[in-house]
T-cell receptor, first 116, second 115 residues
Framework: AQKITQTQPGMFVQEKEAVTLDCTYDTSDQSYGLFWYKQPSSGEMIFLIY??????QNATEGRYSLNFQKARKSANLVISASQLGDSAMYFCAMREGGGTASKLTFGTGTRLQVTL | DAMVIQNPRYQVTQFGKPVTLSCSQTLNHNVMYWYQQKSSQAPKLLFH???????NEADTPDNFQSRRPNTSFCFLDIRSPGLGDAAMYLC??????????????FGDGTRLSIL
């Protein structure tokens, strides 16, 4: 079974609008962390936001917020007031606790295109 | 700014000619990772070092090797590159091996082409 599922291969959003990128996850661990990364066409992987499994509040970082619904095992990224520079690939990822090595498991990504 | 630096950004090599990619970090993190990312795919973990301890992924081909001479540097060696090894190679670091709440910090990547 996929540990991280991103069902939207591509999304379009108009400049200044908000957009939600979906992510669901699967784990039996109680301790885990969820991460979103942005990858522009130039290739670098930029860390955006983190949500811990025990965090009761949704994480926010500037225009990024994470809509964390633990019972539904979803961790959607919300980008407010989209900008042209937000056009990129977005990856949801998870690190699970309790093991000897906590690897980062990525979803397949969502390509976001911001239009004028 | 503390960061992860990969050199070069672009590397071209010939089929079968050994190539080395380098990564350095100023974050003083204990763990360094190497990922391979092919076009339109998620990054795939090849191996990682926790301090000097090397951890290979089960499906990483023997053609790929790594060295970590000190905390700051880590190298990816491809002994006999094939056409299928053309990809983006990403280096990342994290403070500890088991910290589920720690992000991995990535370099800008090296895009490898095989002629």
């Amino acid at each position: 079974a996929q540990k991280i599922t991103q069902t939207q291969p591509g999304m379009f959003v108009q400049e200044k609008e908000a957009v939600t990128l979906d992510c669901t996850y699967d784990t039996s661990d109680q301790s885990y962390g969820l991460f979103w990364y942005k990858q522009p066409s130039s290739g670098e992987m930029i860390f955006l936001i983190y949500q811990g499994s025990y965090d009761e509040q949704n994480a926010t970082e500037g225009r990024y917020s994470l809509n964390f619904q633990k019972a539904r095992k979803s961790a959607n990224l919300v980008i407010s007031a989209s900008q042209l520079g937000d056009s990129a690939m977005y990856f949801c990822a998870m690190r699970e606790g309790g093991g000897t090595a906590s690897k980062l498991t990525f979803g397949t990504g969502t390509r976001l295109q911001v239009t004028l | 700014d503390a960061m992860v630096i990969q050199n070069p950004r672009y590397q071209v090599t010939q089929f079968g000619k050994p190539v080395t990619l380098s990564c350095s970090q100023t974050l003083n993190h204990n763990v360094m990772y190497w990922y391979q990312q092919k076009s339109s795919q998620a990054p795939k973990l090849l191996f990682h070092y926790y301090d000097k301890d090397f951890n290979n992924e089960a499906d990483t081909p023997d053609n790929f090797q790594s060295r970590r001479p000190n905390t700051s540097f880590c190298f990816l060696d491809i002994r006999s590159p094939g056409l299928g090894d053309a990809a983006m190679y990403l280096c990342a670091t994290s403070l500890t091996e088991t910290g589920y709440n720690q992000p991995q910090h990535f370099g800008d990547g090296t895009r490898l082409s095989i002629l």
